[in-house]
């Protein structure tokens, strides 16, 4: 299936749902807004920023960082002192429709062995990103505008987390998204709704992680760090890039996605973009169909199955390929999320030609502290290499009100790049600070 067979495949799933569905759009409050831009649940003015996508995704992280906290340790003159500067924060949301954030995340990882020369790989990655709501402020088809720029770097290590699995002979990412790029322009897009809600899609310079088979525990700065409990290992997601994507609900409970996007994204030069989206044509392309309990617990409750597809990438020498994901989360009385998601890719440059994963996540102090364990199968792309097995376990620590840190370990049983190794152990620990 090529990508504009996916396009027209989706196109088609939206003309039906308007045809079919009858009343059910707009007569009830939560399917009447938009999958892909829904309304938020935090007890703060950052309550109506429109939001795309999971919980990485910009809207979720703004939400996310301003809701109420229950930190280890208090520093009530260090809150005193900032108070003001999140006061003005809020006023800017307020009269203003800007809503934005600051934030800091390193990742240490260090592993037991290694194949190559690299043991211990670190990296920080400094983040400025928001909303500015422009048009429709308060009705029922607000646009804005989205941005996000971001610069990784090493930290003392010749090599930075994402490359440290296939260092020490690991067919995957033990700290995604953790690269090295300097700086980058990873979000620059406009968001709609349509149709009072009904519909909303997004165009320009987007990361289609934020909204390709997503789910509860999904989100790298504050949740899993190895990409077989984040994206699916089968999935070939490309770099951030030009792209469009558009979302919408057929009933309360049952949704469509699908995205269109530059297979050659480049966040370092976004520039490039307009040459390879538009004259090289190399599309990455996927459609997704969904169900949920309630569209404001559209990534909470959910179970989903997932079609991609990328065409041939000729500089980088990457054949053309497809596959098929599925997934399915529960947050169980707002505490425990089960997950058991698993992928089948053909090609396509994709790490994994099959995965099955599954899990739980428990949630503490007000949704704040977050304990997680995650096992996984994967079969790596590629002839002669062995099937491996993956363990992660974290726990998110809410230490003050604006800094969490994160203890991990990963055990990585019969690598496929390290023969010889058995078990692998990665030890690692994440700090962000958000302000």
């Known amino acids: 299936m090529t990508s504009r067979a996916l396009v027209s495949l989706f196109c088609g799933l939206v003309l039906a749902m308007f045809l079919g569905s009858g009343p059910a759009w707009g007569t009830s409050g939560d399917a009447s807004e938009s999958l892909l831009l829904g309304a938020e649940e935090a007890s703060s003015s950052y309550a109506d920023i429109p939001q795309f996508g999971g919980p990485s995704s910009v809207g979720a992280g703004l939400t996310e960082d301003r809701a109420p906290k229950t930190p280890w340790y208090r520093f009530p003159g260090a809150e005193r002192r900032l108070r003001p500067y999140f006061d003005w924060k809020e ?15 390193t990742l240490y990882q260090v592993a037991t062995e290694s194949a190559g020369h690299e043991n211990q790989a670190a990296s920080g990655i400094a983040r400025l990103f928001g909303t500015w709501t422009l048009v429709d402020r308060g009705g029922g088809s607000p646009g804005s505008l989205v ?17 440290l699995g296939f260092e020490i ?14 700086w980058g322009l990873t979000n620059l897009y406009w968001q709609q709704r349509l149709f009072d809600g009904r519909i909303g899609i997004v165009g320009g310079l987007v990361d289609a992680t934020d909204y390709l088979d997503v789910y509860g525990l999904t989100n790298p700065w504050t949740q899993f760090s190895n990409l077989s409990f984040g994206l699916n290992g089968t999935i070939p997601a490309p770099n951030q890039g030009l792209g469009l994507a558009a979302g919408a609900f057929a009933s309360e409970h049952v949704y469509v996605v699908a995205g269109l996007t530059d297979a050659n994204g480049d966040p370092a030069d ?66 425990w999320m089960p997950f058991l998601r698993g992928g089948y890719g053909e090609d396509g440059g994709a790490l994994m030609e099959g995965t099955v994963n599954l899990g739980v996540g428990r949630y503490f102090a007000e949704s704040r502290d977050l304990l997680a364990v995650g ?33 991990m370990v ?26």
């Open 91 to 105: 006023r800017l949301n307020e009269r203003y429709g800007m809503a934005f954030g600051v934030d800091y995340t």
């Open 147 to 163: 941005f996000k720029g971001e610069n990784r770097h090493r930290l003392g290590t010749d090599i930075a987390p994402q490359g």
């Open 169 to 182: 002979g690991y067919a995957g990412l033990t700290g995604q998204p953790f690269n090295d790029f300097d």
């Open 270 to 335: 976004p520039g490039q973009g307009f040459e390879t989206f538009f004259e090289d044509a190399e599309y990455f392309s996927h459609v997704e169909l969904g169900w949920v309990s309630s569209r404001d617990r559209r990534y909470l409750d959910n179970i989903h199955v997932t079609a991609w597809n990328v065409d041939a990438r000729h500089d980088a020498g990457t054949p053309a390929g497809w596959g098929m994901a599925f997934s399915a989360a529960w947050f169980v009385n707002d505490v």
């Open 375 to 407: 096992v996984g199968w994967g079969k790596p792309q590629g002839a002669g290499l062995d099937d491996q097995y993956t363990l992660e376990v974290f726990y998110r620590l809410q230490l003050l009100d604006h800094l969490a840190i994160t203890p």
């Open 410 to 435: 990963q055990v990585l049983v019969e690598p496929a790049l390290s023969p010889d190794d058995d078990v692998l152990g990665v030890f690692g620990l994440r700090a962000r600070l958000e302000l």
